[in-house]
């Protein structure tokens, strides 16, 4: 029986658009050095000390991904909202008995309290992984499926021997999506309870 789903937060359950360019701009303000938080919001995924190198000489990183943690919480999360469907499909997992797991690159502070500024019924996160390291997370929690919108979410459902479920609602098209291996592509969230439904009853026939 199809009981747990892994999905991540950055959107594919939360718009932290917003929330992660105010933090960005403020950070800029404060380094007095330039960064496009457009350009960021536009390619959301890879860590935060990889996006910051785009910007800084490597020597200024590490303080840089400090002071953007510690603005975040005030200026971020309260930014940030659930993307469409997303609360529906949570509670599609939970109509049929499953389980939730959040699994995202976001670290656990800011994660969690993204969930829980959302309202999102979720048993779990897991915070500061990326790709193929999320599968980890994944099978110790025994997910069938794991819901993302990046191609690095292809590789982390692999990684953690999972259905690979996509949306495109990141920086990648459903084509892109599908080019890469994903299983299932959808256009967003709001497809995902029809689609959950005659994937857990194929899955409980056979």
């Known amino acids: 029986?199809?009981?747990s789903v892994g999905f991540d937060l950055d959107m594919t359950l939360a718009d932290t658009r917003t929330g992660i360019a105010a933090?960005?701009?403020?950070?800029?303000?404060?380094?007095?050095?330039?960064?496009?938080?457009?350009?960021?919001?536009?390619r959301l995924g890879p860590p935060l000390e990889q996006e910051l190198a785009?910007?800084?000489?490597?020597?200024?990183?590490?303080?840089?991904?400090?002071?953007?943690?510690?603005?975040?919480?005030?200026?971020?999360v309260p930014a940030h909202i659930a993307m469409d469907g997303a609360h529906e499909a949570i509670e599609s997992v939970r109509a049929g008995g499953g389980r939730v797991i959040v699994v995202t690159g976001k670290n656990p502070r800011d994660a969690t309290s993204t969930v829980r500024r959302l309202g999102l019924d979720v048993d779990e996160v897991a915070g500061s992984v990326?790709?193929?390291?999320?599968?980890?997370?994944?099978?110790?929690?025994?997910?069938?499926?794991?819901?993302g919108d990046h191609v690095l979410d292809i590789e982390a459902?692999?990684?953690?021997?999972?259905?690979?479920?996509?949306?495109?609602?990141?920086?990648?098209?459903a084509g892109e999506l599908r080019d890469?291996?994903?299983?299932?592509?959808?256009?967003?969230?709001?497809e995902f309870g029809a689609w959950f439904a005659a994937w857990r009853s194929r899955h409980e026939v056979g």
């Open 1 to 3: 029986m199809v009981t």
């Open 23 to 42: 933090v960005y701009d403020e950070l800029s303000s404060r380094l007095g050095v330039p960064i496009d938080s457009k350009a960021i919001i536009a």
């Open 54 to 76: 785009n910007w800084l000489p490597a020597e200024a990183i590490l303080d840089a991904a400090d002071l953007y943690r510690e603005i975040y919480p005030d200026l971020g």
């Open 130 to 147: 990326f790709g193929a390291a999320k599968g980890t997370a994944l099978a110790r929690f025994g997910a069938a499926a794991y819901v």
């Open 157 to 173: 459902a692999r990684a953690g021997g999972t259905v690979s479920v996509t949306v495109a609602t990141g920086p990648y098209t």
């Open 180 to 190: 890469h291996g994903a299983d299932v592509t959808l256009s967003d969230l709001t």
